[in-house]
């Protein structure tokens, strides 16, 4: 049978729910015709077993479960209409080049920002679904339109980050870390495709495609995620 305490966090966890469709309603949202709306699924696990090894709260409460869902949204839309810019050294072990990849962030969604609402979430055992809208304004609009036009490719890659401990400062770092290790990925696999002979260096922009999909292996977050990416400049290893 079980305990009280038992009962009580099932209720708080259904509870969630309610609590994020009431958030929806009470967001604001820009006028914008609903082929400008972003969406994207987040799953928050709330018996996180790596958990055990960093001082965070174990199984997670209704509050913290209900603040992640909406960090996690923030973090991906940010990467969907703003993007990076990339610096890549490439390099090349035979010449003790070693490889050096860099992303700047053009700008970020803030939490709470009005234009982010949770419009729809279910349990599945010991994870919490939420679904999330955000509605871009005019000049976010626009940075989405760029993003597929011109020479922009879109291409899919994994990468991999820290569960939690070492290198993961907090607990979405390790996410962030194997997003931008996906989005390393797929540039070189842009690279690669397109140059015949291996460069030494590349610049340009990349953004997240859509909402990433994440599992664990090896002890390490493995991200599958699509980018769109744009080269601004590639150097051949013969201009050295």
Known sequence: ????????????????????????????????????????EVRVDLEPVYYQYIDEPYPLDTGTAHKRALEEGALYFSSMIYGWVYDYEIG????????QFDLLSQGAIEFGDPKLSATDARLEESYLFVWMDYRPDAAQARRLEQWKSGTIK???AIGNGPLAGPGAAGWIDGKRQALE?????????????TERNRPKHSTGFVALAAFPRYWVDAGRWQCSATFYIEVTEITAFSAY
């Open 1 to 40: 049978m079980p305990s009280e305490a038992d009962t009580e966090n099932v209720a708080g966890n259904y509870s969630l729910g309610r609590r994020l469709l009431s958030l929806a309603l009470l967001c604001t949202t820009a006028t914008l015709s609903a082929q400008s709306v972003l969406r994207g």
């Open 92 to 99: 090349e072990k035979a010449r003790a080049i070693p490889e």
């Open 154 to 156: 879109k291409i899919q």
């Open 181 to 193: 290790d996906a989005a390393r990925a797929a540039v070189r696999a842009l690279l690669r495709g």
